[in-house]
């Protein structure tokens, strides 16, 4: 959702003549988006803001900060930080051209908390993409869930759903663009219900998410996923419109948080462990093998030893392709945040190590499974680990490393596995 954002601020700003600089040791302009999910986000951007000043004491740029810090802390930004020009919120992002135009007319410090305007667009040009091959599409802004750690309804607002007409012809322009791939974004994905059922009127489906993956795949584009999940709306017919539509990727995020009721019940997640493992077991009977991956928070305010074995139970018997760890830490404003934080530092890094170490045994199996199989894999870039290979991404989300050259980029090769890594697998190109 970060990375969508970024592209709409660069696709107004371009729209307005601002260019975009290379470096902020250059730019005239330093925007700060920001991120509030992860602990201490509001003293992280802080400090950045303070390196660039310091490369920058010849002449200081305007500085400004949009996103779900901006959001949240609004005016205290200015009182926390002296140099900040702008702040700019989650729903005001087409609004930054206007903004930074006030500052420049010396009207002062401009704060826009504001809703979107009825009407406002959401197309995103083809330069501000971040990838050439891999366009994100939002289709649902906010959440209603209200968990107990969460930030999210308060820096993103409530949940509304874009018309699937208009989904519909983003996505269709991407394809006639030339991207290979599309994901459709949201914090629940799943929750979509669109205030009317414009655009996939003739797509069945027992729920509106459905529908509109259906319709979506009725694009013909070639390759669609989507991101994230939530447990409580994962209606089995998602998994039915897998299984119709080979365009539909096969991989699911569907964070589960913990193992323990007791936990989830504090977290109020709104459904049982018995709930999830029938999500599993949904994806499980898929006529392809679906990767799953899954989110959870370790240390949450009352989580014993057997709460924290229930969820090392958890993860043994699903089994998934991939899992993102997280420490507790308690958000300004959320109701956890009146919870007394009775697991330590040191319990949490030592339930964290073992939770991993599992993870890792767990995924060592799965990607071994993979070695000698044919996979077909995005051609993205570089590989990070060496100029000579090339890397991408299969329809499973597989990071897949090869030998080869920059003339692969943006095509859709079969790659044979031949060796599994701790988070990716390594193949040989068979054209080659």
């Given at each position: 959702m970060n990375v969508a954002d970024t592209e709409r601020a660069t696709t107004r700003l371009r729209a307005h003549?601002?260019?975009?600089?290379?470096?902020?040791?250059?730019?005239?302009?330093?925007?700060?988006?920001?991120?509030?999910?992860?602990?201490?986000?509001?003293?992280?951007?802080?400090?950045?803001?303070?390196?660039?000043?310091?490369?920058?004491?010849?002449?200081?740029?305007?500085?400004?900060?949009?996103?779900?810090?901006?959001?949240?802390?609004?005016?205290?930004?200015?009182?926390?930080?002296?140099?900040?020009?702008?702040?700019?919120?989650?729903?005001?992002?087409?609004?930054?051209?206007?903004?930074?135009e006030k500052v420049l007319e010396g009207q002062g410090k401009v704060l826009d908390l504001g809703e979107r305007a009825e009407g406002e667009s959401l197309q995103i040009a083809t330069h501000a993409r971040h990838s050439a091959y891999v366009g994100f599409v939002p289709i649902i802004e906010g959440c209603n869930k209200f968990c107990s750690y969460c930030i999210v309804p308060f820096s993103r607002g409530r949940e509304k759903s874009r018309l699937a007409s208009e989904i519909i012809a983003d996505v269709s322009r991407l394809r006639d663009q030339g991207f290979r791939e599309v994901h459709l974004i949201g914090q629940n994905v799943n929750s979509y219900r669109p205030a009317l059922n414009d655009g996939f009127e003739l797509f069945k489906g027992a729920t509106p998410f459905s529908r509109l993956l259906r319709a979506v795949a009725a694009t013909g584009i070639e390759r669609i996923k989507f991101t994230t999940s939530f447990p409580r709306d994962f209606h089995e017919d998602i998994v039915s419109a897998l299984d119709e539509h080979e365009n539909l990727c096969n991989w699911v995020h569907l964070p589960?948080?913990?193992?323990?009721?007791?936990?989830?019940?504090?977290?109020?997640?709104?459904?049982?462990?018995?709930?999830?493992?029938?999500?599993?077991?949904?994806?499980?009977?898929?006529?392809?093998?679906?990767?799953?991956?899954?989110?959870?928070?370790?240390?949450?305010?009352?989580?014993?030893?057997?709460?924290?074995?229930?969820?090392?139970?958890?993860?043994?018997?699903?089994?998934?392709?991939?899992?993102?760890?997280?420490k507790y830490s308690e958000r300004p404003r959320t109701p956890s945040a009146k919870l007394l934080d009775d697991v330590g530092k040191e319990e949490k890094a030592s339930r964290f190590l073992e939770l991993e170490r599992l993870q890792r045994e767990v995924q060592r199996g799965i990607y071994l499974d993979y070695v000698g199989e044919t996979l077909k894999v995005l051609v993205e870039g570089v590989s990070t680990k060496s100029l000579k290979d090339m890397t991408g991404h299969t329809t499973c989300h597989k990071v897949v490393n090869f030998a080869g050259n920059s003339q692969m980029l943006g095509s859709v090769i079969d790659v044979q596995v031949t060796e599994s890594k701790i988070n990716s697998l390594y193949g040989k190109d068979l054209v080659r």
């Open positions: 003549d601002y260019i975009v600089s290379d470096s902020p040791a250059a730019a005239d302009i330093v925007l700060f988006n920001t991120c509030s999910v992860r602990e201490r986000a509001a003293h992280k951007v802080l400090t950045r803001i303070g390196e660039v000043r310091k490369q920058r004491r010849d002449q200081t740029p305007l500085i400004g900060v949009m996103g779900c810090v901006a959001q949240l802390e609004g005016e205290l930004l200015f009182e926390q930080s002296p140099h900040i020009n702008f702040v700019v919120g989650t729903r005001a992002t087409d609004r930054l051209p206007a903004i930074i589960v948080q913990s193992g323990s009721d007791k936990v989830l019940r504090a977290m109020r997640r709104g459904y049982k462990v018995s709930d999830y493992l029938r999500c599993v077991e949904n994806t499980r009977r898929a006529h392809r093998r679906i990767s799953l991956t899954s989110d959870i928070i370790i240390g949450f305010p009352s989580e014993s030893s057997s709460d924290f074995k229930e969820t090392l139970k958890l993860v043994q018997t699903c089994r998934f392709d991939g899992l993102y760890i997280f």
